[in-house]
């Protein structure tokens, strides 16, 4: 097996996986690395959902990367350094690849660009247990991961395999966390558990894995996603942003019982 050689610069790795799509897993992704940028950690962001890349949509900006020699230089949004498929082949067209082009792809991602000093390098994988999965934690040193899931036992069955495969492959499971945990009527404040509720908690007890808490089903997210400006870049005191940043707090707490030394570093203006 190769070696895992550290990214140069970067201090931590923090992937970011689901057992199936349609979990907020790139939702979750984006709004941590905001919010850890806004906590001021030195932050980048890497879509490594190479099929269907959505960070651009989210962050909004869809620019095309410069290159300074042979070093792809990443864009930058929030405060947050950002490298997508989706700036190098924006647009509807698909890619039809082979698991030796993600490898080559996710190798050019991880070491090709630019990512100069950081502390936290969020990683937004695809959904599932594939060949990018197996490429990411072949090659690079990761701090951890974390699992999105829904409260349904659909999303549950397929997030404990992912759980199972980080485990197999000896990443340190920094936890769980259960989104669009419920919904909270805006008319009348009563909570509508729209895909069940609790299994995220109760999973992750039963598999000894931390649970990072619940996030709920907020319309204010999804536009936020939608338009380009995500509900952290509000700020912490904002209710509709306050889970992510009550998120991020836990993951940093659990990085550095993994084995992360990070402390902030700077200050992040808008």
């Known amino acids: 097996m190769q070696p895992k050689l550290p990214i140069a610069g970067v201090s931590n790795l923090?992937?970011?996986?689901?057992?199936?799509?349609?979990?907020?897993?790139?939702?979750?992704?984006?709004?941590?690395?905001?919010?850890?940028?806004?906590?001021?950690?030195?932050?980048?962001?890497?879509?490594?959902?190479?099929?269907?890349?959505?960070?651009?949509?989210?962050?909004?900006?869809?620019?095309t990367p410069s290159a300074i020699g042979e070093r792809i230089q990443p864009l930058q949004k929030y405060g947050v350094k950002l490298m997508s498929m989706g700036f190098l082949n924006p647009g509807d067209k698909p890619l039809v690849w082979r698991g030796p082009m993600l490898h080559s792809v996710i190798q050019q991602f991880l070491r090709g660009v630019d990512w100069g000093e950081l502390d936290y390098l969020v990683i937004d994988l695809p959904p599932g247990t594939g060949d990018v999965q197996l490429s990411l934690v072949q090659s690079a040193?990761?701090?951890?991961?974390?699992?999105?899931?829904?409260?349904?036992?659909?999303?549950?069955?397929?997030?404990?395999?992912a759980v199972h495969m980080f485990e197999q492959v000896r990443v340190p499971l920094l936890g769980l966390v259960e989104n669009m945990s419920y919904l909270q009527c805006p008319h009348?404040?009563?909570?509508?558990?729209?895909?069940?509720?609790?299994?995220?908690?109760?999973?992750?007890?039963?598999?000894?894995?931390?649970?990072?808490?619940?996030?709920?089903?907020?319309?204010?997210?999804?536009?936020?996603?939608?338009?380009?400006?995500?509900?952290?870049?509000?700020?912490?005191?904002?209710?509709?942003?306050?889970?992510?940043?009550?998120?991020?707090?836990?993951?940093?707490?659990?990085?550095?019982?993994?084995?992360?030394?990070?402390?902030?570093?700077?200050?992040?203006?808008?």
């Open 188 to 270: 009348c404040s009563e909570r509508i558990d729209v895909f069940s509720t609790g299994g995220g908690k109760r999973t992750a007890e039963q598999m000894g894995v931390f649970f990072l808490g619940a996030l709920p089903l907020d319309p204010a997210v999804r536009i936020g996603g939608d338009t380009g400006h995500p509900v952290t870049t509000f700020g912490p005191d904002d209710p509709r942003a306050a889970g992510f940043y009550d998120l991020a707090t836990l993951i940093l707490m659990r990085a550095r019982e993994a084995g992360s030394v990070a402390g902030p570093t700077m200050t992040i203006a808008d």
């Open 141 to 161: 040193p990761l701090t951890g991961a974390v699992i999105v899931t829904t409260p349904s036992d659909v999303s549950l069955e397929d997030a404990r395999k």
């Open 14 to 63: 923090i992937a970011v996986g689901s057992g199936k799509g349609g979990v907020g897993k790139t939702t979750v992704s984006v709004n941590l690395a905001i919010a850890l940028a806004r906590l001021g950690y030195r932050t980048g962001l890497l879509d490594a959902d190479v099929y269907g890349p959505n960070v651009p949509l989210m962050m909004g900006t869809n620019s």
